[in-house]
């Protein structure tokens, strides 16, 4: 039986769920903090937009769009001094918020500015906020408030279909139970953290034969919590274990031209002290890297033919569907431009506008 719920049009079509054109605004990975060294200054392509990172000498990370705003020089040609970064061709400097601040030829620098991107950088990753100024929080889930953790990268990785439709695998229910063949029934609930995060969990008795799941019971107790929170419907914290034991998974993704997902995993789980609690961490994160991996490679088999739609919803549909519509609620920007869907419309009248003026006067010239 279709079921139309939780408000779900399956005829209209999304505006940012599954669209290759639109993203949500909100704090996106960039690159290992690890691989920017202080003095080392990189390109990066990030939904569409040309940038460049640098690590000047006081260690922060900056962003600034990627082209030199005197010429179009690729600042990535640049060299840092100090905490500023020099453009190679006429040499202009510009400090860490994007102001220039030394032009040779000139006795002052003009009033130029390169445009800056809000950065933060936390859990070994390097993060860019799409907007002027950060509206929430790097991602997190509840119980991280005043808590330390251990924390490892994954691998980098790269799929063939859309970031969306990668992370809705961790609350398509009838997959995990029937493809997982999980002896545990899940059903999972939703709460809205936020304008731009959404949780669904669930808590699960245990009562199977399954020999190792038997054996975590005898070890802990009978009931297994499973969350996953979204983040911008791009970064996904999935938690799982019990109250001694949670280990945290994170997927966190961005779409590359043609749709396609380039993403990124972080395994954490809360610091233990000592050198046996520190062993201990460093299994759970160990075992954490071998379920992400083995995860990521049973779905790429699956989602690389996948076109993705949802005609016939049933209620074991349910989370996905909340998911798209949490989704939808959220402020889109266009790929590449970062602007407001109508900005850029707005953008293209003024150029439109202009090219007719020009008509217009050459025409009275060659008159
Ligand atoms: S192009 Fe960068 S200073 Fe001229």
Known sequence: MNTNI???????????????????????????????????????????RDLVVYRGQDRRAIILDAYCPHMGTSLAQGKIEGNELRCVLHRWK??????????????????????????AEQYGIIWVWTGETPQQPLPFVLD?????????LGGEFSINCHPHVLLLQGIDTQQINIVYKLP?????EKQELNQNAIIFNTITNINSKSFWLKLYRRFFNSSLSYSICYWYGTTSIITFGNDLTHLHIIFTTRIL??????????????????????LINKLIL???????????????????????????????????????????????????????????EREEEVREEREKREKWRDELVND
């Open 6 to 48: 939780d408000n779900f049009n399956s005829v209209r079509k999304p505006k940012i769920f599954n669209q290759s054109a639109s993203f949500v605004e909100g704090w996106y990975w960039v690159l290992p903090s690890q691989s920017l060294f202080v003095g080392e200054v990189k390109p990066v392509t990030i939904l569409g």
């Open 94 to 119: 510009f400090d860490a918020e994007g102001i220039c601040v030394d032009v040779p030829d000139l006795d002052e620098p003009i009033a130029v500015k390169a445009k800056t991107w809000p950065v």
């Open 144 to 152: 991280w408030e005043n808590q330390e953790f251990d924390f490892t």
């Open 184 to 188: 545990l029934k899940m059903v999972l």
């Open 257 to 278: 031209p043609g749709g396609k997902t380039q993403g990124q995993t972080l395994l954490m789980c809360k610091k233990r002290q000592g050198m046996f609690g520190k």
């Open 286 to 344: 160990r075992l954490g890297k071998r379920i992400s991996d083995r995860l990521l490679k049973n779905h790429d088999q699956i989602l690389q033919t996948m076109r993705f739609y949802l005609k016939n919803p049933i209620k074991a549909d349910l989370s996905i569907i909340q998911f798209i519509n949490h989704l939808e609620r959220q402020k889109p920007l266009t790929h590449e431009t970062w602007l407001l869907p109508r900005e850029k």
